[in-house]
């Protein structure tokens, strides 16, 4: 419950909110949860952090995250906003390729399209002349 309404916080920009419920899901999970569900609540506590400006606690969660489940789209989807918002733009590429190609779970329809979008933008397909 409490990671789940935090990651609605993230979605919403109350970072101050979400950080109150994800510590909350750490806090009862890490006895109880498996390292998937600390995983998500990690990534949304780290996507928390970086959206208050506390980019080294958010890039330690990030890394909890990716070593508890390398597998999920949404931690290097999140992972890619931070290094945007930072100006690292060739890091945050690498972040929404790589959350574009995995499955676990993977981004909902929205998110890819904006993966896709800042991909494209950022890195336009070379043109030929004839």
Known sequence: MYSGRGQVYNELGE???AMI???????LGRDEEIKTSLAYAYS????????QGRYQEAAADFARSV?????????????????DKLGEQ????VCFELALELNEPPLNSRKRDKAKMYLTQTHPPATTDN
Do not use: F, I, T
């Open 21 to 27: 419920d994800l510590n909350k899901a750490l806090e």
């Open 90 to 93: 060739e890091k945050a590429a």
């Open 15 to 17: 970072y101050d909110l």
């Open 67 to 83: 070593q508890d489940c390398p597998e999920n789209a949404w931690v290097h989807y999140n992972h890619g906003l931070m290094y």
């Open 44 to 51: 949304g506590r780290a996507l928390a952090y970086s959206g």
